[in-house]
């Protein structure tokens, strides 16, 4: 199978995960918990957070398939999610993000699943598969950024940087921990024109010699850009290059 052949197939399995029934098109609501019972558009009851646990008092919703008789409480690991709650065909997320609760509302009718129509791309180049050394931390590191949301501040932990060469220049980009492997998100100068604000690059597995693969059109958007309800990390600070990186993902229509 040819190069391209592999990466249309990578890209379809990548739309089908998108505009999955609960993927990130479905969502249609964020909104923070407080600690005094207040309603959430679109949902039933009260909702409120207390010594580190979420809570809600509401008839018509279901938890784990059946009604919900009079309240519920959860909990969620930091910058993580639980499919908590059913309105419905909606589904009330509860999710922790800088040591605060909200709900993020998915919905299957959501007009931006509806309506979506693929995820433009650079055309496939081969000269963006390139080769970089990784050198890790002595210990990972947690690292302050910035988010989507002007009102957020979460933490990634960072875990060693990579030496990349593009153009004519040489750059040494933070690489971050994800899942059981690493990714790198950046900056270029595509961003905001043709491209969202920042995106992301999943990297590895490291050789022998610490040199990875780095396919840049393989590059993604974060859930940001298809959503106003994401929360998503920015790129630590330099992870910046000073070059178009004409490869991968283009902003969503």
């Known amino acids: 199978m040819s190069y391209e052949s592999e990466w249309q197939l990578w890209h379809v399995a990548r739309e089908q ?3 999955s029934d609960y993927g990130w098109l479905s969502i249609t609501a964020f909104d923070w918990l407080g600690t005094t019972p207040a309603e959430l558009p679109g949902l039933p009851g009260k909702w409120w957070t207390a010594e580190g646990v979420a809570h809600v008092e509401a008839t018509g919703l279901t938890l784990d398939g059946q009604p919900l008789l009079g309240a519920a409480s959860a909990s969620a690991a930091e910058a993580g999610s639980l499919s908590w709650l059913y309105y419905g065909d909606k589904l009330a997320e509860l999710v922790l993000r ?3 609760y909200a709900i993020r509302q998915r919905d299957p009718k959501a007009a931006t699943r509806i309506g979506f129509n693929g995820v433009p791309a650079y055309p496939v180049n081969p000269r963006w598969k390139v080769t970089g050394y990784f050198t890790p931390f002595s210990e990972p590191e947690r690292v302050e950024v910035a988010t989507a ?3 957020l501040r979460q933490h990634v932990t960072a875990v060693g940087t990579v030496h990349v060469a593009l153009g004519e220049s040489a750059y040494e980009l933070v690489a971050t921990a994800a899942g059981d492997g690493l990714a790198l998100s950046f900056h270029d100068e595509t961003n ?4 969202a604000r920042w995106r992301t ?3 590895g597995p490291v050789q022998g010699d610490g040199s990875v693969a780095l396919d840049f059109n393989r590059t993604v958007n974060l859930p940001y850009a298809f959503t106003d309800y994401g929360t998503c990390p920015a790129p630590v600070a330099g992870n910046r290059l000073a070059l178009p990186v004409t490869a991968g993902e283009k ?3």
């Open 17 to 19: 995960e998108l505009s």
């Open 98 to 100: 800088g040591g605060r």
């Open 149 to 151: 949301r002007p009102d």
């Open 192 to 195: 905001g024109v043709e491209t």
């Open 201 to 203: 690059l999943t990297i």
């Open 251 to 253: 902003v969503p229509r």
